[in-house]
Antibody, heavy 122, light 110 residues
Framework: EVQLVESGGGLVKPGGSLRLSCGGS????????FNWVRQAPGKGLEWVSS????????YYADAVRGRFTVSKDDANNAVYLQMNSLRAEDTAVYFC???????????????WGQGVLVTVSS | QSVLTQPPSSSGAPGQRVTISCSGS????????VNWYQQFPGTAPKVLMF???QRPSGVPDRFSGSKSGISASLAISGLQSEDEADYYC???????????FGGGTKLTVL
């Protein structure tokens, strides 16, 4: 059974840092690319970052570029999101989601973790 | 504002058909496929439709997707109470080099 489990969330002061982890099981982790998607309280989904299967291709939303860093550790079946210089507007539930290619040019998020809450507040 | 535009709410009576629209631009819907996600309160989203019109296994055929130009839509026929949820469209944006989502549509079954 495919599972994604996020951890590392919590309360942090503005300007602080946090590292989120997403552990995967039930599939060959190294073959997949992953994404982080967040959802502020009562708001919609917002894509944060993507990392390719090899880790070669990395993309960030403008709102987090330069502050967040995504990485992938196939040996430990984990994806990480290092979040620095956190702001109040980063407060959200952060989801990890796996990419599945349905064709050479089409993909979607086929599995999601349960999400982890990050609260940025003084 | 979200890059993709969805109506914030939609409603229908049990058994009716509802359609949720998603409008984008040439850099996202116009050049890439659209996916739809369903989310119940307090839970993670789940893929409902991918590659514009394909349903993952387990999704009833009451759900259908379509796309034309820079717009896409999700149709739900034979509306049931368990369809009450939030629905999001998403597509890759070639200009932004990232995924863009619609603002979400809250579906209420009357």
């Amino acid at each position: 059974e495919v599972q994604l489990v996020e951890s590392g969330g919590g309360l942090v002061k503005p300007g602080g840092s946090l590292r989120l982890s997403c552990g995967g099981s039930g599939f060959i982790f190294s073959r997949y690319s992953f994404n982080w998607v967040r959802q502020a309280p009562g708001k919609g989904l917002e894509w944060v970052s993507s990392i390719s299967a090899s880790g070669t291709y990395i993309y960030y939303a403008d709102a987090v570029r330069g502050r967040f860093t995504v990485s992938k550790d196939d040996a430990n079946n984990a994806v990480y999101l290092q979040m620095n210089s956190l702001r109040a507007e980063d407060t959200a539930v952060y989801f990890c989601a796996r990419d599945l290619y349905s064709s050479a040019s089409s993909k979607h998020f086929d599995y999601w973790g349960q999400g982890v809450l990050v609260t940025v507040s003084s | 504002q979200s890059v993709l535009t969805q109506p914030p709410s939609s409603s229908g009576a049990p058994g009716q058909r509802v359609t949720i629209s998603c409008s984008g631009s040439s850099s996202n819907i116009g050049s890439n496929t659209v996916n739809w996600y369903q989310q119940f309160p307090g839970t993670a989203p789940k893929v409902l439709m991918f590659n514009d019109h394909q349903r993952p296994s387990g999704v009833p055929d009451r759900f259908s997707g379509s796309k034309s130009g820079i717009s896409a839509s999700l149709a739900i026929s034979g509306l049931q109470s368990e369809d009450e949820a939030d629905y999001y469209c998403a597509a890759w944006d070639d200009s932004l080099n990232g995924w863009v989502f619609g603002g979400g549509t809250k579906l209420t079954v009357l």
